[in-house]
């Protein structure tokens, strides 16, 4: 279950079926984040990046589609969830228009933060491994690459490390 409400970034319960169906949430892991409303600049500015790719004659109607759809009044809290070898929770944020980065916080089992780490733009994380990152990009000409990066964890203030 996820959700998320005042100025909390996320609320995320980790659980898993066993034997018999649904075991109660084990870590309920948080951290601050202000809320951002949706103006209706970042409305425009995703209806005109959505037509950009969008034949002229299908435009209007695509456009009508667009306006019709409900928006909500802020952003989201977070983009992804992933588990990485160590069990740690890595909760990607979600990359607000314009920004050009990709940052994730990283929690441990207990739930402490651990830190922050930014992947490349573009990157679609598939593996969280002891040691390295394993994605997927694409280029200009929307050709995929796999690719992995070295992941160098430190000693955190709570005696674990990243």
Known sequence: ???????????WRRSSNGAGGRRPPQLIVRREHQLREVSQADIDAYVTERLADVDED?????????????????????ESLEVDARGYLWVE?????GVE?????????DGHVQGLV?????????????????????????????QMFRLTRFASAHGAAL
């Open 1 to 11: 279950m996820v959700g998320w409400g005042g100025c909390h970034w996320g609320c």
């Open 58 to 78: 299908e435009a209007e109607l695509v456009a009508a589609m667009l306006e019709g759809l409900p928006t909500l009044e802020s952003f989201p809290a977070f």
């Open 93 to 97: 944020e979600y990359q607000m228009p």
């Open 101 to 109: 980065r990709t940052v994730w916080t990283v929690f441990d089992a």
């Open 118 to 146: 930014e992947t490349p733009l573009g990157l679609d994380v598939y593996e969280i491994g002891e040691d390295y990152i394993l994605g997927r990009a694409m280029d200009d000409f929307d050709i995929e690459y796999v």
